[in-house]
């Protein structure tokens, strides 16, 4: 007969689930830990992620396929890059890292169970969950989801369609990556392109806005045509097409979880609302969460609260005024250092490093903002 009870059930076997099994199977006792993932898709993730560390050896470095020490961030005839030393800025392949898991982790672990089924329903009841499927229940004493069950729309996405180009000559400069370039005229749109040059010749670009709605694929794919058309020419051909939304919401703290439901990735709120960004957080998380799994109330990687008020600013300022939000991260970038804006987005710098960003940033429109957030 086939178990249908675990000590713990992972409701979604994308990213989140991944990176906490990684940190997981180093703590003593994890084999003897029954632990089942159900995953509604075949999942091979159609994703590039991209993060920035200080860390010689990242805990997924054999998965990183390149890393660049200069970004470089544009926006209409202005242009800035420097070196981002300590930090270096990597990008994995969700194809590398799924295919890592599927063939080289799960197999290797004979206490994971891993199935493609859809859960319908989760019920906690007598300190027992019931989760439902498609095709079986099971039960588990702890839940952990990444699976974004029961969450509500969110107001904004970033959305984006990406391709993955090749020119026959050399047009790119392999070690800087292009991080932001706002290089659409007009003020109504919070749109900028991405550029991850892989060699001088080969390239992912990508077209990015902001908005409530992804819109008609043609509508990126011509910005993405007369971008490479007008910067490098159209000598180009392209190997691979990818496109993606990510949703951006001010999240309660994960360790608003209770107990036996312990949300990681996207529903824990570790995307950063402002940015998107979220590997690296998980990354940090699933690490003091693995450690601490065995305990009632799980460490989890603290944010200060006032890193959620600034997204929020940020966000409403991109929502409400695009083309000023445009004006504010030029006068960033022009103003403050790159490793001093990658060590604010990590959340890790002072206050008193706050202070000294946003005093050279215009006042006014983050104190409009605060009043209409209030
Ligand atoms: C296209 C794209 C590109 C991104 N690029 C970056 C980047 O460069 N850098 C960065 O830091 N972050 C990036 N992010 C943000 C973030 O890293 C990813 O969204 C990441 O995948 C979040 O991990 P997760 O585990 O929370 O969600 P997911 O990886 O989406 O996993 C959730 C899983 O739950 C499964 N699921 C959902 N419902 C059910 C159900 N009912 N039953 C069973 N399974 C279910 C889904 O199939 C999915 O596999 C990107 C996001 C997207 C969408």
Same mark, same amino acid.
């Given at each position: 007969m086939k178990q249908n009870h675990?000590? #713990?059930?992972? &409701?979604?076997?994308?990213?989140?689930?991944? /990176?906490?099994?990684?940190?997981?199977?180093?703590?003593?006792? !994890?084999? %003897?830990?029954?632990?089942? *993932?159900?995953?509604?898709?075949?999942? /091979?993730?159609?994703k590039t992620w991209c993060f920035w560390t200080q860390q010689q050896q990242h805990p997924f470095e054999h998965l990183i396929r390149k890393q660049w020490n200069e970004l470089e961030f544009k926006a209409g005839d202005y242009t800035t890059y420097e070196s981002i030393n300590p930090y270096r800025y990597c990008c994995i392949h969700g194809a590398d890292f799924d295919r890592y898991f599927n063939v080289a982790f799960f197999p290797v672990y004979p206490n994971l169970t891993l199935l493609q089924q859809k859960i319908l329903s989760t019920e906690h009841t007598n300190h027992l969950w019931t989760v439902v499927t498609e095709q079986q229940q099971f039960t588990c004493n702890r839940l952990v989801s990444n699976a974004a069950l029961n969450q509500p729309a969110t107001p904004m996405l970033q959305h984006f369609h990406g391709w993955f180009i090749e020119y026959n000559h050399d047009v790119f400069d392999e070690n800087r990556a292009l991080l932001m370039d706002f290089a659409l005229p007009g003020n109504d749109q919070f749109c900028f392109f991405y550029l991850l040059p892989f060699s001088n010749t080969k390239a992912l670009v990508e077209c990015t806005y902001y908005s &409530?709605?992804?819109?008609? $694929?043609? @509508?990126? =794919? %011509? %910005? @993405? =045509? %007369?971008?490479?058309?007008?910067? !490098?020419?159209?000598? !180009?051909?392209?190997?691979?097409?990818?496109?993606? &939304?990510? $949703?951006? =919401?001010?999240?309660?703290?994960?360790?608003?979880?209770? $107990?036996?439901? /312990?949300? #990681? +990735? =996207?529903?824990?709120?570790?995307?950063? $609302?402002?940015? +998107?960004?979220? !590997?690296?957080?998980? *990354?940090?998380?699933?690490?003091?969460l693995a450690a601490s799994l065995h305990k009632e109330q799980p460490l989890r990687r603290k944010r200060h609260r006032r890193f959620r008020f600034y997204d929020g600013l940020l966000l409403s300022i991109i929502q409400e005024e695009p083309g000023r939000a445009i004006s504010i991260f030029q006068q960033l970038f022009s103003k403050s250092s790159m490793k001093s804006i990658l060590t604010f987005l990590d959340e890790n710098s002072t206050i008193a490093e706050e202070a000294k960003i946003f005093s050279k940033l215009p006042w006014w429109p983050f104190l409009k903002h605060i009043k209409l957030l209030g």
């Open positions: 675990y000590d #713990i059930i992972m &409701a979604g076997g994308g990213a989140a689930s991944r /990176i906490l099994l990684y940190f997981l199977r180093l703590q003593p006792g !994890f084999d %003897q830990l029954q632990i089942l *993932v159900l995953e509604a898709e075949n999942h /091979i993730a159609e &409530a709605k992804a819109y008609d $694929p043609a @509508i990126y =794919q %011509q %910005q @993405i =045509q %007369q971008y490479l058309l007008k910067r !490098f020419g159209n000598h !180009f051909s392209i190997y691979h097409k990818e496109q993606g &939304a990510i $949703p951006l =919401q001010l999240h309660k703290d994960a360790s608003d979880a209770t $107990p036996a439901l /312990i949300n #990681i +990735g =996207q529903s824990a709120g570790m995307i950063k $609302p402002s940015t +998107g960004y979220a !590997f690296q957080r998980m *990354v940090e998380d699933s690490r003091l």
